[in-house]
């Protein structure tokens, strides 16, 4: 019989803020797999340390580019569409052989992340099942203190490659906003925001749950690491 490959949502980047579910596969889990950038723990792996049983069998996953190679280039998607293939197919085998696999995502599976890119490649051809969790979104306006919708608002998230144009756009015509993947966008984001009139009431969220989070205006942000979320708090109804 066929084994399951598990997209595993570990939540936004405490142990602690794990489903019960997930928390079970990991630590039951035999065959262990996480992206990683090269040379690194992985924020996956770092999340579940400590879990593991003693005779896990770990599969990193090491990005091949992340922002060598601009998104537009077409070897960016060549390079990482050779990457999700050459994952997929060791899941594959793992699966085919009859052995459970529990892949670690951060957030959500389902959510900008990189587990969806698997799981178009295995769905059809072995069992796979996504264990949903806390994205990291959620657990940074929760940083924030305050709530981000309020009565009849509309909640826009958005990643900060959109163009300039495309951002100001959205960002003017949205109650809460969520901004999700900004790094080198930084700059693009804040004038998009400013371009919007709505820079004093924006904020940076870096690190959203885990030990290291800091929570500042988006204003006084000159640098925005992998794991930064901008956040636009909703000020609709409310009775």
């Not at 009859?98 to 670690?104: E, F, K, R």
């Not at 981000?148 to 490659?161: M, N, R, Y």
């Not at 919007?196 to 925005?224: C, I, K, N």
Request: net charge neutral; hydrophobic share 45%; proline share 6%.
């Amino acid at each position: 019989m066929s084994g399951t490959v598990h997209g595993v949502g570990l939540g936004p980047g405490a142990a602690d803020l794990m489903s019960v579910r997930a928390d079970r596969l990991v630590r039951g889990a035999r065959h262990v797999a996480y992206f990683r950038k090269g040379g690194r723990q992985g924020q996956a792996r770092r999340i579940v340390e400590g879990m593991l049983r003693a005779d896990a069998v770990e599969f990193p996953m090491e990005y091949p580019v992340t922002t060598e190679i601009p998104l537009e280039d077409p070897r960016y998607a060549v390079a990482l569409a050779g990457f999700y293939a050459k994952c997929a197919a060791h899941l594959r085998g793992l699966a085919e052989g009859g052995a459970d696999v529990v892949v670690l995502c951060e957030g959500d599976p389902f959510f900008y992340g990189s587990f969806m890119h698997l799981f178009t490649r295995l769905k059809d051809d072995v069992p796979v099942q996504v264990v949903p969790a806390i994205t990291g979104m959620s657990a940074a306006w929760t940083a924030t203190g305050a709530p981000i919708t309020w009565g009849d608002d509309v909640l826009t998230v958005a990643p900060a490659t959109l163009s300039e144009a495309e951002l100001t756009r959205r960002i003017a015509e949205t109650d809460a906003l969520v901004v999700m993947k900004i790094g080198q966008n930084l700059p693009k984001l804040k004038r998009a925001i400013a371009a919007a009139g709505r820079m004093e009431a924006a904020w940076l969220v870096e690190y959203a749950a885990m030990p290291e989070q800091r929570v500042m205006p988006l204003a006084e942000a000159e640098t925005a690491p992998y794991f930064s979320i901008a956040i636009l708090h909703g000020e609709g109804r409310r009775p």
